[in-house]
């Protein structure tokens, strides 16, 4: 290790759907925002306030597929992941500037799509893990496990 961390843990609901871009070869990426609310009650007033945050979600190759194929927008989903910021050029030759999540692991909380069977406990590692279900280009698989919090 060198010394530093860059990990991201967020559960939260889908904003919208997948989508999904292909490339040559059969890789794809998957991308969805995702909303993660804080609730705090203001001291002046007593009044209960909602602050939601979004944040840009990446998905790769097969693990991109799955969630695909589960989520609808309004889901809950468990994500680990790294902060990756990134620039282009716009058409009108401005620079312009993002901040990803990119998913090293999820798991399905809530989704409408799935069946009971594996509403219970979709876990996903997209990670190089051994002991995880590992997501390269080729490879996919799910398993049960329990929350890991």
């Known amino acids: ?24 070869g059969g890789n794809c990426i998957g991308r969805f925002p995702l909303a993660t609310n804080e609730v705090y009650i203001n001291k002046t007033t007593g009044e209960k306030i909602t602050s939601t945050e979004w944040h840009n979600i990446v998905v790769r190759n097969k693990a991109a597929e799955i969630c695909e194929k589960f989520l609808s927008k309004g889901d809950k989903i468990y994500i680990e992941g790294r902060i990756k910021s990134r620039q282009w050029q716009a ?7 993002t901040t990803e999540i990119q998913v090293t692991e999820f798991t399905f909380l809530t989704t409408k799509k799935d069946s009971e069977a ?7 590692d997209v990670s190089e893990s051994p002991k995880n279900t590992n997501f390269d280009n ?11 919090f």
Do not use: A, R
């Open 1 to 24: 290790m060198n010394g530093t961390l860059n990990k991201v843990l967020l559960i939260g609901h889908l904003g919208d759907e997948i989508k999904m871009h292909y490339f040559e």
């Open 91 to 97: 058409e009108d030759g401005s620079t312009k500037y």
């Open 118 to 124: 594996t509403k219970q406990n979709l876990k996903t």
């Open 138 to 148: 080729s490879n996919s698989g799910t398993h049960n496990d329990d929350l890991p």
